[in-house]
């Protein structure tokens, strides 16, 4: 072989593909990659070799390229075959009615709610909501702790309270959520004009029936003839602490008339103290019922000197008495 045939020989290495380095004599030739060695033999015989080396090294890369191609294309057939057999077999539980697959492909619609409601109870602004499950046949979905109370405490009447419902495996809850309207919690009371009613007569019989005591005995004697009495003015007096021992105060005030012997008539005003009312769900008003408030006036009267009572002689100097005696709360009525 020539000195240009030699140079244009390829060199490419038979095993890895890379370019092979010619020795420095040009008999031999070795791949820096793999490390192959050939022997550089200067005829058309040599090359020929060489050519077919090369071409049967290509031949047997595209055999085993064709392969992984077929073995490639096997498992994705076989992923593929799996996979409708699993599908297939899930759509046939999914029609079997009973199986889990059934169910949660057709879950049974119903509503949470038509057997729960909710209990108020509490103070107004410290109430609580507490759920009620009247008729649990229904175990599936009749549990407490598949429902949350938003909000749960802290409540007022008038409020709302929403509830969530979370459904089980083969349940859809049909609402899913319901609002409820705080109500029936007792309430503290804050003006007289929630004093009516029922509620205003008990309070009024109290105060009379402590005023007719008080004056029992004077009236009953020979130094008066005539006894009577009419509501005068009510004053509520709010604590302004949440912590106070009582919460509010009422006077029930009343104008007293008492007929002397001589016809002459005495005025005088009584006061009766009650504490801490409020109003519960039943709408029937409790309270602290106290006594008959005041300074003693019997003496100073002259009806007797045995005989002493509760009240004011004036209507003004009554309220500056109450005002004070209030220290700490302030006057709502």
Known sequence: MNQVKMKTLSLVCPSCG????????????????CGHEMLIEKDESAKRLYERRIAKARAEEEIRDLQRNRQRKRRLRGWFIAFCVIAGIC??????????????????????????????????????AELQISDRTAAEYADQSRFEVIPETGLYNGDTVTVKAKAPAGWRFEPAEKQFKVEGLTEWVTGTDQLEGDNLAAIHANTERL??????DIVSSSLARDLTYTPYRMYLFISDEETSYEHNVLYD?????????????????????????????????????????????????????????????????????????????????
């Open 211 to 216: 005023i007719r005591e008080d004056w029992d």
């Open 18 to 33: 890379g370019n092979m380095e010619l020795s420095a004599d040009g008999k031999k030739a070795a791949c820096p990659y």
């Open 91 to 128: 759509l046939i539980y999914a029609l079997i009615p009973g199986s889990p697959m059934h169910e949660l492909a057709f879950p049974r619609t119903t509503d949470p709610f038509t057997a729960v409601s909710l209990k108020f109870s509490g103070m107004s602004g410290e109430g609580r």
């Open 253 to 333: 005030t009343y104008e007293v008339n008492v007929t002397r012997k001589d016809g002459t008539v005495f005025t005088g005003y009584e006061a009766c103290r009650y504490t801490d009312l409020k109003i519960p769900a039943d709408g029937v008003l409790t309270a602290g019922y106290g006594s008959l408030q005041g300074f003693n006036f019997g003496y100073t009267q002259g009806f007797s000197y045995a005989q002493s009572f509760s009240g004011w002689t004036d209507a003004a100097e009554m309220e500056a008495n109450l005002r004070h005696v209030r220290d700490g709360y302030h006057l709502a009525d």
